[in-house]
């Protein structure tokens, strides 16, 4: 392209490093992630970026866009990633290929490709998939010492290919959300839960550290400015402010403000998820709103809905209304009393 | 004299690799005199200036080779002594391409001057100056090339005069030497603005990557209480003219109102040098400070007549002056591509870059949008260049309006920071246009409606006129009419017979 106008300079920034840059600011979190629960999830993440690349190039070829630009921009690789993070690192193989298709093919490019998804495409990929396959989709995998062990690097690879009735239930447990939530309906209250449960204490550990990695990987997305501080910061401070009001009122039933931080996917969710800009708000005002009530939203979810973790739905639900938040979000313009 | 520390942050702008040093090192430059001037007859905004020298005369520097036609409209002078030879249509530095009229100057080698005459305005009237201002020629040499004049003129609601010194573009240093050479005279300038203007205060703003300016001003008004210095950070546009009110003073200009009812002007440096040597020297504008710079060998900044030829510049600087070469006019964000290397200098040409090919060649795919909103974060005037894009590109031209599309200085720092690789600004300019356009056709389809409308109306009331005369007319002559005429008759007649019998009946009782 010849540039006949104005500005002739440019910044050295392009789609494909900021995506790069988000893969990158991963990987501090998949390290740990490997290293509490095992090398499934690294299975995961590779099988989702394949299938993610194969067929965003056939749908690329199909809507004759020519694949070589658009498979470099990374945003397929971004999608796959966030999958792959989010759906349990005990799922067989065949999940994250539904997943990761629906992804690409539906939530990406059956709205347009690039640019004009309203969705978050993983967040509609693990909607579907937890609707769909409720029994995989909420099995957990349980820390295991050893994990760069070769048996199990084998359990992983005999689970990623046969499932998990090959290998026996004894490799699950429940999430700490989806713990807490059955004892808790089951009329327990958690000073109790906490202390009976040994097991929780370690699977809280392991939790945390993981999201202090994802919470790393985020801080340098903001020191490069690849992401605003308006989404993530916002998204935490609402989400410790609801939970800590909730644990104020009711300690014995309303869990603390750290545990909703380090817990589910809130780190995943503050720092890469909710900070897709294609489906997310533009203005500073918007993000701040949109950031605002994915957290109310994760929290009623969590603590009142039918399911443990929240974030999903809550991100689709806010996806629909980026528009109004924008419209009604304009900032001033200069000059404009 | 002070240094004012606080600033007032406008949203966003840029920060980009200025390259200024490499054509700051040498001071300004002088070439030889060049074979040929040539001259355009309009180099500012406004009415072209009319020309009042014949072909083949000789004139001297200094002479007025065309007078301004008008108000808003300026002079052209011989930049050096020599003969007219011709005035013909000629390649000119505009962003059309067209040629326009030009008059060619053969220098005579002598540079002899016409009679200077200097102007003692601490003595008479301050109206009477700016009158002979508005012959001098001047121009607003930041390359808005309005005329000084008009500026200067105003009813005592200037108190302030904001100097522009930022020169926020990069590559651009021609202000910058300019005040590091000219100290001197720009404060007395700024003295004599003050005068005119009927201002209280001058304060200069200026980016701070000009140390060396900043010192030598910082030492001239080091006594002066009425002039000071505001440093600003070095963020393009920060010399753009509502911006830089902005960050000096934290008042934003609303649109469509002109600083002047804020009760400031502004002026840049070199415009308030040329009218020091117009009043002190009595020299009109006739030469310009231009900053040869980008591929060339040496870039550099040169003093230079009116009409030289561009490519002497580029020789003289180590380029190549070849057609095929790209060169830019002003700052790399927000100049053009000249159409030739053959263009003579003119008022409003403050740097010329010999173009890298990579700042015209564009090997960078463009993506589709995805939303990040960098261009926002970058844009001075707070608007939402991705919203504007998106209905530029899908011809919504009324929600780009409502989205202030109007309010776009197409400073490109939104296209400068995109991630895509979008040429926002085109898309801008694109959508501008065409909603101008469409006014304009709109206009005239109103004129021509209203027109018609008028017409039909005309032909409708002459049919009802010509309707009514015809019906009067019949009416005069209508049966009503007639038997109302013989009835009065008719009842007259009666009535005498009736007196007729009544008499006789009287009589016969006489």
Not at chain 1, 129 to 141: D, E, G, N, R, Y
Not at chain 2, 144 to 159: D, I, M, R, W, Y
Not at chain 2, 206 to 218: R, T
Not at chain 2, 391 to 410: G, M, P, R, T, V
Request: with cysteine.
């Amino acid at each position: 392209m010849i540039n006949q106008q104005s500005p002739f300079i440019q910044k050295a920034a392009s789609v494909t490093n900021i995506m790069l840059m988000v893969i990158l600011a991963l990987v501090p979190g998949l390290i740990f992630y490997v290293y509490f629960f095992g090398v499934g999830v690294l299975l995961n993440v590779f099988v989702a970026s394949l299938t993610a690349l194969i067929a965003e190039y056939f749908v690329l070829k199909m809507r004759k866009l020519p694949p070589k630009v658009y498979l470099s921009d990374g945003s397929a690789l971004v999608a796959a990633w966030l999958l792959a993070l989010s759906i349990p690192s005990i799922a067989p193989w065949w999940i994250i290929v539904v997943g990761t298709l629906f992804t690409i093919v539906i939530a990406k490019h059956f709205y347009g490709g690039l640019g004009s998804n309203i969705f978050n495409p993983a967040m509609i990929g693990y909607a579907v998939l937890l609707i769909s396959f409720p029994a995989i989709m909420t099995k957990w995998p349980s820390p295991i010492e050893n994990s760069l062990s070769i048996e199990s690097i084998r359990q992983a690879l005999q689970v990623f290919f046969y499932g998990l009735t090959q290998v026996g239930d004894g490799l699950t447990s429940a999430t700490p959300l989806d713990y807490i939530k059955t004892e808790l309906l089951q009329g327990q209250i958690l000073p109790d839960i906490t202390i009976r449960n040994v097991g929780l204490a370690t699977i809280l550990t392991s939790n945390q550290i993981i999201s202090l990695a994802y919470l790393l990987g985020g801080i340098v997305l903001l020191h490069k400015k690849i992401i605003s501080w308006h989404l993530p910061i916002t998204y935490l401070l609402s989400l410790s402010f609801i939970s800590g009001l909730f644990h104020l009122i009711d300690p014995n039933n309303y869990s603390t403000i750290s545990f909703h931080l380090l817990n589910g996917g809130t780190m995943l969710c503050a720092f890469f998820i909710i900070t897709d800009p294609v489906s997310g708000p533009t203005t500073p005002k918007g993000k701040i709103w949109f950031a605002f009530m994915v957290a109310i939203l994760v929290y009623v979810i969590r603590v009142f809905g039918g399911y443990p973790e929240g974030i999903a739905f809550a991100v689709i639900f806010m996806n629909i209304c980026v528009p109004l938040i924008d419209n009604l979000t304009q900032p001033k313009v200069f000059g404009h009393g | 004299m002070n240094i004012i520390d606080t600033i007032f942050k406008f949203n966003g702008g840029i920060k980009a690799d200025t390259k200024k040093s490499v054509s700051t090192v040498r001071p300004i430059k002088k070439i030889k005199m060049p074979k040929q001037l040539i001259l355009p007859l309009r180099q500012h905004v406004g009415k072209v200036a009319k020309l009042k020298v014949n072909i083949g005369e000789k004139v001297l520097k200094g002479q007025l080779l065309a007078e301004a036609d008008g108000n808003v409209s300026a002079a052209i002078h011989a930049p050096t002594s020599g003969t007219v030879a011709s005035l013909e249509k000629q390649l000119i530095p505009h962003p059309s391409g067209l040629p326009d009229y030009c008059v060619t100057l053969i220098p005579d080698g002598k540079d002899t001057w016409v009679e200077k005459k200097p102007i003692n305005w601490k003595k008479i009237d301050r109206k009477e100056t700016i009158k002979k201002i508005s012959e001098s020629g001047i121009v607003g040499l930041g390359g808005a090339t309005f005329p000084t004049h008009l500026k200067l003129n105003n009813n005592n609601e200037v108190k302030t005069l904001i100097v522009n010194a930022a020169e926020c573009e990069p590559y651009i240093t021609c202000d910058d030497m300019l005040m590091r050479e000219k100290s001197a005279e720009l404060i007395e300038g700024i003295r004599l603005a003050l005068h005119l203007l009927g201002a209280q205060n001058a304060i200069i703003g200026i980016e701070d990557n000009k140390p060396e300016a900043i010192e030598k001003l910082a030492l001239l008004i080091k006594n002066d209480a009425n002039i000071s210095i505001k440093i600003v950070p070095t963020i393009y546009p920060s010399g753009d003219a509502k911006r830089l009110i902005y960050l000096i003073t934290g008042i934003q200009i609303a649109k469509g109102k002109r600083s002047t009812e804020y009760g400031m002007q502004m002026f840049n440096v070199a415009t308030i040098i040329a009218l020091y040597k117009f009043i002190h020297c009595g020299e009109p504008s006739i030469t310009r400070i231009i900053t040869i710079t980008g591929k060339v060998r040496t870039p550099n900044n040169y003093e230079v007549l009116f009409g030289t030829p561009l490519s002497d510049l580029i020789i003289d600087a180590g380029g190549k002056a070849s057609q095929n070469g790209s060169f830019i006019m002003g700052g790399p964000m927000m100049g053009y591509k000249l159409p030739s290397v053959n263009v003579p200098v003119t008022k409003a040409m403050n740097c010329v870059i010999d173009a890298e090919p990579e700042m015209i060649e564009n090997n960078n795919p463009v993506l589709p949008c995805i939303r990040c909103a960098k261009c926002a974060e970058a844009c001075p005037v707070n608007l939402q260049p991705q919203e504007l894009f998106w209905f530029s590109q899908s011809n919504q031209f009324e929600k780009a309006e409502n989205y202030n599309l109007f309010d776009c200085i197409e400073c490109g720092c939104c296209s400068y920071v995109c991630p895509s690789n979008i040429p926002l600004v085109q898309y801008y300019r694109y959508a501008k246009s065409e909603i101008i356009s469409d006014r304009y056709a709109k206009e005239e389809a109103d004129i021509a409606r209203e027109r018609n409308d008028f017409r039909l109306e005309r032909l409708q009331r002459e049919k009802e006129e010509r309707a009514k005369k015809i019906a009067e007319r019949k009416a005069n002559t209508s049966s009503d009419e007639k038997s109302k005429v013989i009835d009065e008759k008719r009842k007259a007649i009666t009535e005498a017979l009736e007196r007729v019998k009544q008499e006789g009946v009287s009589e016969k009782n006489d």
